[in-house]
């Protein structure tokens, strides 16, 4: 066998041997359990390349318990080049395979699979799960999204495997090895169609679990997060459009993400400070939180809506209290010289108001002539920070910060985004024209004791 290569390091040799330093390498020299915790935040791919250093290194890639099967750049290509799909997928079922027969870590903090898989995964999948559960693991990440950031068609989605558990239509009984789920603290599912049944498994039997997320599940129809002894403190249903029933009472939830506010039941979550809702038109969304009535509305530190239009319907909306609200953002479909002026009502229900964010997508943006109007005056006595992502320079978006500079009395930074103007992948113009715009529309309007960031 061909003897290994040694890496070159001379210069930094000749460095260390004027400081009186021997040029041993030291870091080889540390206990394997140490070195082995280095690795452990690195990728496996960045993991496994150590191999090479010395036989030293050989094999302590191996025991790393935390399992990051990383491909973002293979990703980037597959969202260009859909035909690649099929070739990258085999490549990375066979990469995984391969990784998982040489790994002989015992326990596992972290198993994280990243890559646009669907269906005809599903044997592999469920062997890699087979693998993670008998490892004990802590957090389980399956973001099977389409090119990395769209949810698979249905029809082609992987299945979680609800026999895993024990569970099936016919007999619901817990599976030999059940104490091998117990230690999973931290469960994401993307693109992976989950019931709820598998899902309050989870809750119930894993005493642990402090973070869900399901995104695009078709398959999930009701789900019920009950009972104070569950220690879930995230959870984020998203875009799940078989959704009927979302039962949310009794617990210690401090976060929610959700875009089917319409079907959730929420009472009793006295810990519950951010509330992240979306993917409707804003009167609806509204007409769903707000009659949570004043107790989970005052409660709240952080609100942010996402909506597919309907900002200016905010101007004529009566909104209740939000008496601790620190932090209020807003993403909206922005379509020409849209009204965003709305926001203020909101504003103005929030008393204790720190930061503000509003995040235009941009449809048909168009720039008009007309006069800038004023919102009612409402003094800001907290608000210190504003950000304006897609800032595109139209009249309604200097009507507010023109706002703000008359209202916000302790106003500190102006942050200005002009670069995420993005729908359906298309730049509405070139972020360096954009930049200057902004530039030479705000810096006048600006006074100097306020910071004017723009990105």
């Not at 061909?2 to 041997?17: D, G, I, T, V």
């Not at 931290?186 to 989950?194: A, D, N, P, Q």
């Not at 409660?299 to 939000?322: D, R, S, W």
Request: proline fraction near 4%; include cysteine.
């Amino acid at each position: 066998m061909a003897k290994r290569p040694q890496l070159s390091n001379n210069f930094a040799l000749k460095k260390c041997s004027r400081r009186g330093c021997t040029g041993k390498d030291r870091i080889s020299q540390l206990p394997d359990d140490i070195l082995v915790h280095i690795l452990s935040f690195l990728s496996v791919k960045e993991a496994a390349d150590t191999s090479v250093l010395s036989k030293r290194w050989l094999p302590l890639w191996r025991n790393v318990p935390r399992l990051d099967f990383d491909a973002t750049k293979q990703l980037g290509e597959v969202a260009v080049h859909e035909k690649l799909q099929k070739r990258y997928m085999k490549k990375y079922v066979r990469w995984v395979n391969r990784t998982l027969r040489m790994c002989k870590a015992q326990r596992l903090d972290q198993f994280r699979v990243c890559f646009d898989l669907n269906k005809l995964a599903q044997h592999d999948i469920d062997k890699w799960l087979e693998f993670a559960f008998s490892r004990q693991v802590q957090r389980l990440e399956l973001d099977l999204l389409e090119g990395g950031e769209r949810i698979q068609a249905s029809d082609y989605c992987y299945t979680f495997p609800a026999q895993l558990l024990g569970l099936n239509h016919h007999v619901h009984k817990l599976p030999p090895r059940w104490h091998n789920f117990k230690a999973v603290k931290v469960l994401l599912f993307k693109s992976v169609h989950v019931t709820g049944e598998v899902l309050e498994f989870f809750l119930h039997n894993c005493p642990f679990v402090e973070e869900m997320v399901v995104h695009g599940s078709e398959t999930l129809v009701n789900l019920e997060v009950v009972g104070p002894s569950l220690k879930l403190k995230h959870l984020e249903i998203w875009f799940c459009v078989g959704l009927k029933s979302l039962k949310i009472c009794d617990t210690n939830i401090v976060t929610l993400r959700t875009s089917s506010a319409h079907k959730l039941l929420l009472s009793n979550v006295p810990m519950l400070i951010e509330v992240d809702v979306g993917g409707h038109p804003f009167r609806h969304i509204l007409d769903t939180i707000v009659p949570w009535g004043s107790c989970i509305l005052s409660q709240l530190e952080v609100l942010k809506i996402h909506a597919y239009g309907g900002l200016e319907y905010l101007e004529h909306y009566k909104f209740p209290q939000l008496a601790k609200l620190k932090k209020f953002v807003v993403e909206v479909l922005a379509n020409e010289d849209m009204s965003v002026l709305g926001c203020t009502h909101v504003i103005g229900a929030a008393p204790q108001l720190k930061e503000f964010e509003l995040k235009l997508l941009w449809v048909d943006p168009s720039r008009s002539e007309r006069e800038c109007r004023k919102a009612v005056r409402c003094p800001l006595h907290h608000l210190k920070v504003l950000r304006l992502s897609g800032y595109y320079g139209r009249t309604s978006e200097v009507e507010l910060v023109r706002y703000f500079l008359e209202n916000a009395m302790v106003l500190e930074k102006i942050i200005v985004d002009p670069s995420t103007q993005y729908v359906h992948r298309h730049r509405v113009a070139p972020d360096e024209i954009l930049r200057n715009f902004a530039k030479l529309q705000l810096e006048g309007e600006v006074p100097p004791h306020i910071e004017l960031v723009i990105l």
